[in-house]
């Protein structure tokens, strides 16, 4: 019905009309997204139909928007750290690379925390990102642009990456579906800073956009020969999974409670499960989540099966130069001379206190591995839990420093390997969006992705922002 010249119009005049009040897209490629447009209507029009059009280039014409950690070919890719201002990447990223040969077509990259390790998407870069549906609030991180680009309308589908829940807390702010895969099965390469040593089997790359039906088939083509690990061409019978519900982590003295729209949203879920399913959904408690924050600290500074130590935060600061002092770094920052944002020069402190106790982080370990087994034989090979994303709704810019470990919510599930969908359930009373978590065993993503698919004909999915 449309031109692809036309649906990329669409969205590069959709970006200038918002971005100047949200600030997601740091850099585009209006330009060669238009010529890249017209190359997929002059393929479409030189005759006759490629029955194996599809099949060959399933995302043909799709504007996509992609995180500015990930290398896309003559953009910039410094990850909000000051001293790689210059930095434009000469390649792309595998996913990136293997997105475009499906025929999507890029618009630009979108803004991250500082070295994508806090959630609010600020640096010194770039600046701040600010919420479509309320421009005080956060778009969360480490994928906070994709987040607010995607639930402002700006772009069809987007890649995130996630090591403690930086796909899943920006869809959950912005309203949008998010999707940690099982680790292990999309590439992470091409991405600053890529996980070394034990972290590389805790950084996931995912899928984001507005309609749950749009991940599994950008998942395939972001897995490449790896999706043959996951199950997506089983089909789903919603009647038959086991579901389970938890509405908190057992009051963790480190994490906010959770606020009672989140729980009432989430009660939701369970009431129409129950009542339009014909399921029970079992409510569980198990003990170990209380200590989510402690185990993802401890598993993330662990050494891997080699030997090999995780790498220092302050050394990833320092980007091949001289590793950052925190403290001095906090000197700097308190008169502004500071080139770092405070929750990063927060993080490198944090790791030095973290060094100093390597018997209690031993035990976190082992607590960790003995929590995926009781996981993974709650779950089993037919298992969904219900979990809140996140202990509150989208907070105000800056208040993140005062609730720094709230998103052991999301993090837990980095470690623990497992696949989790963040699927929206409509706005709060103040407007922001609500959500819920869908956790499943490792493998088992259709699960997750067939009960978003669910939930958003049930509970409506993305709103647009602005509406209410």
């Given at each position: 019905q449309v031109t692809c010249v036309e649906v990329v119009e669409a969205y590069v005049g959709r970006i200038k009309e918002v971005n100047p009040l949200i600030n997601a897209v740091v850099k585009d490629r209006f330009e060669e997204a238009l010529?890249?447009?017209?190359?997929?209507?002059?393929?479409?029009?030189?005759?006759?139909?490629?029955?194996?059009?599809?099949?060959?280039?399933?995302?043909?014409?799709?504007?996509?928007?992609?995180?500015?950690?990930?290398?896309?070919?003559?953009?910039?890719?410094?990850?909000?750290?000051?001293?790689?201002?210059?930095v434009v990447a000469t390649s792309d990223a595998t996913v990136v690379s293997r997105l475009k040969q499906a025929g999507a077509i890029p618009?630009?990259?979108?803004?991250?925390?500082?070295?994508?390790?806090?959630?609010?998407?600020?640096?010194?870069?770039?600046?701040?990102?600010?919420?479509?549906?309320?421009?005080?609030?956060i778009v969360g991180g480490s994928s906070g642009g994709e987040g607010g680009v995607l639930a402002a309308a700006c772009s069809v589908i987007g890649v995130g990456s996630?090591?403690?829940?930086?796909?899943?807390?920006?869809?959950?702010?912005?309203?949008?579906?998010?999707?940690?895969?099982?680790?292990?099965?999309?590439?992470?390469?091409?991405?600053?800073?890529?996980?070394?040593?034990?972290?590389?089997?805790?950084?996931?790359?995912?899928?984001?956009?507005?309609?749950?039906?749009?991940?599994?088939?950008?998942?395939?083509?972001?897995?490449?020969?790896?999706?043959?690990?996951?199950?997506?061409d089983e089909k789903v019978s919603l009647e038959k999974i086991k579901f389970y519900c938890m509405d908190h982590d057992g009051g963790s003295v480190f994490v906010w409670p959770v606020d009672k729209e989140i729980l009432q949203a989430q009660k939701k879920v369970v009431e129409h499960l129950e009542s339009e399913l014909g399921v029970q959904v079992q409510r569980v408690a198990i003990r170990k989540m209380k200590y989510s924050f402690q185990i993802w600290?401890?598993?993330?500074?662990?050494?891997?099966?080699?030997?090999?130590?995780?790498?220092?935060?302050?050394?990833?600061?320092?980007?091949?130069?001289?590793?950052?002092?925190?403290?001095?770094?906090?000197?700097k920052w308190l008169v502004g001379m500071s080139s770092h944002t405070l929750p990063a020069i927060a993080?490198?402190?944090?790791?030095?206190?973290?060094?100093?106790?390597?018997?209690?982080?031993?035990?976190?370990?082992?607590?960790?591995?003995?929590?995926?087994?009781?996981?993974?034989?709650?779950?089993?090979?037919?298992?969904?839990?219900?979990?809140?994303?996140?202990?509150?709704?989208?907070?105000?810019?800056?208040?993140?420093?005062?609730?720094?470990?709230?998103?052991?919510?999301?993090?837990?599930?980095?470690?623990?390997?497992?696949?989790?969908?963040?699927?929206?359930?409509?706005?709060?009373?103040?407007?922001?969006p609500l959500g819920i978590q869908l956790v499943a065993a490792s493998y088992n993503d259709h699960l997750t992705l067939a009960v978003a698919r669910y939930l958003e004909k049930a509970f409506g999915g993305w709103v647009v922002p602005g509406k209410v």
């Open positions: 010529q890249e447009a017209r190359q997929v209507d002059r393929l479409l029009s030189e005759g006759p139909a490629d029955d194996h059009l599809e099949e060959k280039f399933p995302l043909l014409g799709v504007p996509i928007t992609v995180k500015e950690a990930f290398s896309l070919h003559g953009m910039p890719n410094t990850s909000g750290l000051v001293s790689r201002r210059n618009l630009g990259v979108t803004n991250c925390s500082e070295l994508c390790m806090w959630y609010e998407s600020s640096n010194r870069v770039y600046g701040r990102t600010n919420n479509p549906y309320d421009l005080q609030r996630d090591i403690g829940g930086s796909i899943r807390m920006p869809a959950f702010f912005n309203g949008v579906f998010g999707h940690k895969p099982t680790t292990g099965v999309v590439p992470n390469d091409g991405q600053f800073p890529n996980a070394q040593g034990v972290r590389t089997s805790f950084l996931c790359t995912g899928p984001m956009c507005r309609y749950a039906e749009d991940l599994e088939p950008m998942l395939r083509v972001m897995a490449g020969p790896g999706v043959n690990k996951l199950k997506l600290s401890a598993m993330m500074s662990s050494t891997d099966s080699n030997g090999q130590e995780a790498q220092l935060f302050t050394d990833l600061l320092g980007d091949h130069g001289k590793p950052v002092w925190p403290l001095w770094e906090l000197m993080l490198g402190l944090t790791e030095k206190v973290m060094k100093l106790n390597p018997g209690g982080n031993a035990k976190l370990v082992s607590m960790g591995k003995s929590l995926k087994e009781e996981m993974e034989a709650l779950l089993g090979p037919d298992g969904v839990l219900l979990y809140p994303p996140h202990p509150t709704i989208a907070p105000r810019h800056n208040s993140p420093i005062c609730m720094p470990f709230n998103f052991a919510y999301t993090a837990i599930f980095n470690v623990l390997g497992f696949p989790v969908t963040q699927c929206p359930l409509g706005l709060s009373s103040e407007g922001l």
